[in-house]
Nanobody, 114 residues
Framework: QVQLVESGGGLVQPGGSLRLSCIAS????????MGWYRQTPGKERELVAA???????NYAESVKGRFTMSRDNAKNIVYLQMNSLKPEDTAVYYC????????WGQGTQVTVSS
């Protein structure tokens, strides 16, 4: 059974930084897509950053230049480094792996507030 567990969320002041981690446990035979999403109440979940099987990384326009997604293939871990955080970045952040299955983590809350 595959599980994704996010960590690293919390409360941070505007302009601050956080680093989210997503650790996958269990047997994942193939990964074609790894992504970070976020969701606020009443809104649809949106894709923030993604790494695809060929290694390309894409970002939502709202986070370009501030967020960086990276991965540790050997350990099935993905990270989201978030800098220059803004109040509008407040959301629950989820990781997702797609390949031999479609797996989601349980989410971690990020709150940007003074």
């Amino acid at each position: 059974q595959v599980q994704l567990v996010e960590s690293g969320g919390g409360l941070v002041q505007p302009g601050g930084s956080l680093r989210l981690s997503c650790i996958a446990s269990g047997s994942i035979f193939k990964i074609d897509f790894m992504g970070w999403y976020r969701q606020t109440p009443g809104k649809e979940r949106e894709l923030v950053a993604a790494i695809r099987s060929r290694g390309s990384t894409n970002y939502a326009e709202s986070v370009k230049g501030r967020f960086t997604m990276s991965r540790d293939n050997a350990k099935n871990i993905v990270y989201l480094q978030m800098n220059s955080l803004k109040p509008e970045d407040t959301a629950v952040y989820y990781c997702r792996f797609v390949g031999s299955g479609d797996y989601w983590g349980q989410g971690t809350q990020v709150t940007v507030s003074s």
